[in-house]
């Protein structure tokens, strides 16, 4: 136990010193920021950007594009820099030979597995629900009415998916040794689900449902019920993903 929180204290700190932190604080920042701003200011922008006696009737904004602007951009902006921010994490060390050191004098490679983990899931989830709640309280500030209905449930959705692409980045890491495989192999799997996801009789089922029907969870075009089977199946997933890793990186020879 001692060496696991050792080691998972020395990998928050390499990736604050090599400013990884840093960039995922300002990136999901800017993000939680322009999320209300966007759907504030975007109808008059384009007013003003239209042709004198042209005019188009755009409805009042709300704090539900607030949510839709959050969504949107988290789900596709937010998790793409958090995979490559996250891509080498076990591949660079073992390209600088760092972590072989370790393994020599008796780290164990489980060890090793669970502390990336637990890190990368720590700062991810840091840097996810600072977002979240930078646009619920520059919502407040827009909008009298801040209520929305299964907010919390759908933004924790989009969380339970992170960890899964943590799971897999790493996974890819170790069976590829480099960054750009863990990518490829991160890709691939969400590349998959979304065609998987044109199946109506796997949609149910589908992890990356997740990220799909964050809005109609506010809406209450869906029950909560619904998605019950995606997140049990995403995490066992997410689990398979991080035990297979501990496995493969326990059998091969660096």
Known sequence: MRAYIAFTKKEIYELAKTYKLLLLVIVFLILGFMNPITAKFTPDLLESFMEEGVSINLPEPTIM??????????????????????????????????LINMLTKGLSRKTVILSKFT????????????????????????????????????????????????????????LFKSS???????????????????????????????????MDLLKENIEISDLLKCIWINIGASVLFLASSIVVFCKREF
């Open 65 to 98: 594009d607030s949510w839709m602007q959050f969504f949107k951009n988290v789900n596709q902006m937010g998790l793409i820099v958090m995979v490559i921010m996250f891509s080498g994490i076990i591949s660079n060390e073992l390209a600088k030979g760092t």
């Open 119 to 174: 890190s990368t899931c720590l700062i991810w989830t840091v840097v996810y629900f600072l977002a979240a709640l930078v646009t619920f309280l520059y919502s407040m500030l827009f909008w009298e009415d801040t209520e929305v209905a299964n907010l919390l449930f759908s933004v924790s959705l989009v969380w339970i998916f992170g960890i899964f692409l943590i799971t897999a980045v790493i996974l890819g890491g170790i």
């Open 180 to 214: 750009y495989g863990a990518m490829l192999f991160c890709g691939l799997i969400v590349a998959c689900l979304l065609f998987l996801n044109m199946l109506p009789s796997i949609k149910e089922y589908n992890p990356v449902q997740l990220v799909v029907v964050n």
